[in-house]
Structures are given as structure tokens and as C-alpha cells.
């Protein structure tokens, strides 16, 4: 059965799932097919109890050498408990965990729905032709929903790069591998940037912080997933990863150690001027003056109510800045239950009928 199974929508509903899956998951090849910031995936196969199969990633931890093993299980099952109850259409989900993968095979694993269109990445690249300006715009509302989401838990992310945003069936953004990074790896420096493998490419995301702190957990990580936030949004206008002007990381690490970002393509229509300065702040060097997750979201909202006022009836059929002043809380209940589109054309008249809509509103 091929990845569009149509029970995938199914199996993200965690709660009637064991917590162990180890029983019910069959590898489709014996060695990893990718290898991400924190491990290696596997593709396997979910056996339901009905007998249909979907295809789920399970992923496998690595860990440094001299790490404390049972400390590390700890955390890894403190943080398994967090990333279950996480419910949000724009982060993936963890289905539970299983064994037998990876460097430890007798440490959990995680297991999550299989993304049949890959990383950001490898999707603008392969779609780089014929990917439109709405659909462009589409991936920024989804990764700026999902942050905007985490933020509000609390749980930052701390490692937002083209590779920790997948592509489901449906062509929607969703964030994974977040609150990762403060356990399973070292902290941070120049050196661990720009040479471990584990991390390649993450230097062009990379806020400048991280490069000048002794100790990463002492960082304001939610601005953290700022800085990276702007260069996920240079990538996915442009179509190419942050900083693809230069190609050695450790140039990058200069440019950004002189208080240079990422640089405008001269000419390039993909950027208006607006998008740009927004991308600035976000990439502002001092971590206090960027926006928040909140702000981000309400930028990227507006300009696509901004792109589509003139297609709507403003007095029938509000933007979603309309809704959110009637209800400044309405778009903590639109996210992670009905996607952003669903309640673009949302008619006011049904607020007097049917009050239920707001709701704890205030």
C-alpha cells in the first residue's frame, strides 16, 4: 500500500494507540533511507488491527559518545510525554515510540506519520518551476502557524531549518524534531556548526547567539526560532536555501560574526519590499528586537488577506484580521482544528446566530 493511504488521517488520532508500536511496525528496507539532525529514519509499515497497513518514519536517536545513558533516557521519555499531546494540523505528530532501531536499539524511537513529499527542502526543489505565489505563501502561513503554536505551549523549537519542516500529501507545512536539540546534542559553538555532520546546513539558519554563547541553554531559544523563521521565509520565496550565495559554511560564520545576514538577490521579484524588511527584523542581531511568534503570525496572515481583498466582499465575507477583532482570541481556536482558509470567508451574521463560535473567547 503507497503512502497516500487514506487511513493516514486515521492513525494521527494518537488515542486509541498503544504507547509501544514495536509489535505492530515491519521495516520496508533494513538500513535508515535518511538521516536527519538528531538521527536516522527508517520507513516501515504500521500494521493496524483491521489489517491495513500505512507507511509510518520511525526515527533513531544518536547520541555523543560519552553521554550518561540513563540520564538520557530520562529526558528522552520526558520529552516523549510533552510531544504526544501536542495536537496541531501544522506539527507532526508522534504516533508513540518503538525499539529495536538505531546505534541502542533497546532506546525508544520515535514514530511518526510518513511525509510522502519529503523535507521543505528537497520539496521547493523539486517544485522550484512550477510551485505558484499562493502556494509559496501557503508554506509561510503553515510553518508560521506551527511556531506560533509550539511558542504558545511553551516549547521552542531551537533547530527550524529546511530539513525540520515536512511535506504532507496535501502539500502542508509541519514542523518536526522540535525541543530537541537542548538534550541529544552538545552546546553549540563555531566549531560544532560548521563541522559535525549531524548538522550540516544548520550554520545558514543559525541565529548569531549561537555562535558567540558559551552555553545554549541560557539563550532566549523562542528568538532563537526567529532568526530562523527569517531565513526559512528567504527560502521559501526564493526557492533556495538561506545564504546560497556563499557556499563555505565557514564564510558564512564570518559574515555572520561581522553582523551580515543573508543577502538580497538584486533584481529578484520574489521579495517585495515589505516581505524584506520583515525578514530584517527577524534577523536582527540583537535577539530582544525580533519579533515574536505571535507577530509573526499576524505578518504573514496580513499579507495574504492583504493579496486577496480584492477577491473578497469585505462586508459578507471579513479577512481574518476582521474576525480576529472581533474576537482577538478567535485564531488560537482556528489554529491546529480548521485550516486558516476555512475562515477566510467566514460571514459575521452567523456570530449573532450561532454565538457558540466565540466561545471563551474572552
Known amino acids: 500500500m503507497d503512502g497516500h493511504n487514506p ?39 504500521y500494521h493496524a488491527a483491521d489489517g491495513i497497513s500505512t507507511f509510518v518514519a520511525v526515527k533513531a536517536f544518536r547520541f555523543p559518545e560519552d553521554c550518561d545513558l540513563q540520564r538520557m533516557k530520562r529526558q528522552i521519555r520526558r520529552e516523549i510525554g510533552i510531544l504526544k499531546i501536542l495536537r496541531h494540523n501544522n506539527i507532526v505528530p508522534l504516533l508513540g515510540t518503538a525499539k529495536g532501531f538505531g546505534q541502542l ?6 514514530v511518526s506519520p510518513w511525509m510522502q513529499n519529503g523535507t521543505l527542502r528537497t520539496y521547493l526543489e523539486s517544485r522550484h ?90 539563550l532566549p531559544s523562542e528568538k532563537v526560532d526567529i532568526y530562523s523563521f527569517g531565513c526559512v521565509m528567504l527560502q ?29 538577490p538584486n533584481g529578484d521579484p520574489s521579495i517585495i519590499d515589505s516581505d524584506w524588511d520583515f525578514i530584517q ?26 493579496s486577496r481583498s480584492s477577491e473578497q466582499a469585505v462586508e459578507l465575507h471579513p479577512t481574518t484580521d476582521k474576525i480576529f477583532q472581533i474576537c482577538p482570541r478567535f485564531r488560537i481556536l482556528v489554529m491546529g482544528k480548521v485550516r486558516i482558509e476555512s475562515v477566510r470567508c467566514f460571514d459575521v451574521s ?8 466565540l466561545d471563551g473567547c474572552w
Open 281 to 306: 527584523k527577524c534577523l536582527g542581531h540583537k535577539p530582544e528586537l525580533r519579533p515574536s511568534a505571535d507577530e509573526v503570525f499576524d505578518f504573514v496572515i496580513h499579507r495574504l488577506s492583504s
Open 129 to 218: 518551476n512550477n510551485l505558484t505565489v499562493p502556494e509559496r505563501s501557503r508554506l509561510l502561513e503553515d510553518v508560521s502557524a506551527g511556531l506560533c503554536y509550539l511558542h504558545s505551549i511553551p516549547v521552542m523549537h531551537g533547530n527550524i531549518t529546511g530539513e525540520n519542516i515536512l511535506i504532507d500529501n496535501g502539500g502542508n507545512a509541519r514542523l518536526i524534531d522540535f525541543g530537541l536539540s537542548s538534550f541529544i546534542q552538545p552546546p553549540l559553538s563555531q566549531f560544532h556548526l560548521a563541522t559535525t555532520s549531524t548538522r550540516h546546513g544548520a550554520i545558514r539558519y543559525a541565529a548569531p547567539e549561537l555562535l558567540t554563547s558559551d552555553d545554549f541553554r541560557d
Open 350 to 357: 452567523l456570530l449573532n446566530s450561532n454565538p457558540w463560535y
Open 236 to 264: 521559501i520565496l526564493l526557492g533556495r536555501p538561506p545564504w546560497s550565495e556563499i557556499q563555505s559554511e565557514y564564510h558564512i560564520i564570518f559574515s555572520i560574526s561581522r553582523g551580515r545576514g543573508p543577502q538580497r
Open 105 to 110: 536499539p533497546e532506546m525508544d524511537c520515535l
Open 7 to 45: 487511513r493516514l488521517g486515521d492513525i494521527e488520532d494518537t488515542r486509541d494507540l498503544p504507547d509501544d508500536l514495536t509489535p505492530f511496525i515491519t521495516r520496508t528496507t533494513m538500513n535508515p533511507i535518511s538521516g536527519g539532525a538528531f538521527g536516522d529514519v527508517w520507513k516501515c509499515n
